[in-house]
């Protein structure tokens, strides 16, 4: 006797009947339907949704023009094809990203609010500012590449290498440095004290806010996420330094920032976050268009274009690197004092 035969035997006679006339009514097509939904809501995690069914916005931290709008405008494209929906991209920045998260995090939006950008929001701003978020206060849904942060200047600087830019500061009474995020600022400062150069610091809106500055000369040196890609062929960004464990892709010629001796780095990935509340049905969808994302053609492009490398970590690799992370920016912080604000 079949499953369904003995727990249909244990119905009353009438109850029988009526089951068993309903099935005998059914096309094969659509017992085999009934079959198919029967073993999809067996399976664990799987839940009916009809998620997206309306548009979603993509939050970004940064103004238009730098490398993290270049990739937003691909991942957008792609998203929009692969959920069925559109995805509008809302540009809010200050605070290195800081502004944008703060919105995420108190959003009630769910998976329809997203944000790309580097992990440095989540990760180093609740550390050193008064934060209305923390790192608990978003679901992070995947990451797609890794930052290629570095130190540049302009190609009409008297300087084309770190050692020179040092040689050069220690004859000026002070050096300006264009600055995006509360973590570079940390670094320029740390670098600052070490080698006892005066630095007034400008706080800049992201890469297009920085790229002007040091393309005019207005600035001696600037943090990059990776704006300076769209530069430095033509030789007006000139790489001074990667700020990330192992040489830049593409400038093979510049240090490491491990290599100079500063025991600090800027490996941040590029990361999808939706608010913490979001239920993991929506995770999961985001996750596997995300997935589908990374070998697009489309986002390919664009990452290429600023050279960063693809990559994909799901949500457990993500928070756990995270809170590594966490821990580790906590003892420099405690080793190097408070950033100093300028």
């Known amino acids: 006797m079949s499953e369904l035969d003995s727990n249909c035997a244990r119905l009353p006679p009438g109850r029988r009947h009526t089951i068993s006339r309903f099935f005998s009514n059914l096309t094969p097509a659509s017992l085999s339907l009934i079959a198919s939904l029967l073993v999809l809501c067996a399976l664990p995690g799987v839940r009916a949704s009809d998620f997206p069914n309306r548009p979603l916005t993509m939050v970004i931290g940064f103004n238009p023009g730098g490398s993290t709008d270049i990739?937003?405008?691909?991942?957008?494209?792609?998203?929009?094809?692969?959920?069925?929906q559109p995805v509008e991209r809302l540009y809010l920045p200050g605070a290195g990203g800081g502004v944008a998260a703060a919105l995420v995090a108190s959003s009630t939006d769910q998976g329809y609010l997203m944000m790309f950008g580097s992990s440095l929001p989540y990760t180093f701003t609740p550390l050193v500012t008064d934060a209305s978020f923390d790192l608990n206060s978003f679901r992070y849904v995947s990451a797609l590449a890794l930052d290629q942060s570095a130190l540049v200047t302009g190609g009409n600087k008297p300087y084309r290498t770190w050692a020179e830019l040092l040689d050069y500061a220690r004859e000026k009474d002070e050096l300006t440095v264009a600055?995006?995020?509360?973590?570079?600022?940390?670094?320029?400062?740390?670098?600052?004290?070490?080698?006892?150069?005066?630095?007034?610091?400008?706080?800049?809106?992201?890469?297009?806010?920085?790229a002007p500055m040091v393309?005019?000369?207005?600035?001696?040196?600037a943090f990059s996420g990776g704006t300076h890609t769209q530069y430095t062929e033509s030789g007006e960004m000139v790489v001074l330094m990667g700020l990330v464990n192992e040489r830049l892709i593409g400038y093979p010629d510049a240090p490491a920032i491990g290599e100079l001796g500063y025991d600090v780095s800027m490996q941040n990935p590029r990361v999808v976050v939706v608010p913490a509340d979001t239920p993991d049905d929506q995770v999961n969808?985001?996750?596997?268009?995300?997935?589908?994302?990374?070998?697009?053609?489309?986002?390919?492009?664009?990452?290429?274009?600023?050279?960063?490398?693809?990559?994909?970590w799901?949500?457990?690799?993500?928070?756990?690197?995270?809170?590594?992370?966490?821990?580790?920016?906590?003892?420099?912080?405690?080793?190097?004092?408070?950033?100093?604000?300028?």
Do not use: C, H
């Open 71 to 84: 990739q937003a405008q691909a991942l957008a494209e792609v998203l929009e094809d692969e959920l069925g």
């Open 215 to 221: 393309l005019a000369g207005d600035v001696d040196f």
């Open 314 to 342: 799901d949500e457990p690799r993500l928070q756990s690197y995270f809170e590594q992370q966490v821990e580790n920016y906590r003892w420099l912080i405690q080793e190097y004092g408070e950033v100093d604000e300028n």
């Open 179 to 210: 600055s995006q995020t509360s973590q570079d600022r940390f670094v320029i400062n740390m670098i600052s004290r070490r080698e006892g150069i005066p630095l007034r610091i400008v706080p800049t809106t992201g890469g297009a806010g920085m």
């Open 285 to 312: 969808v985001l996750s596997a268009a995300l997935s589908k994302a990374t070998q697009d053609p489309r986002f390919i492009q664009a990452t290429e274009r600023v050279r960063l490398p693809i990559t994909f």
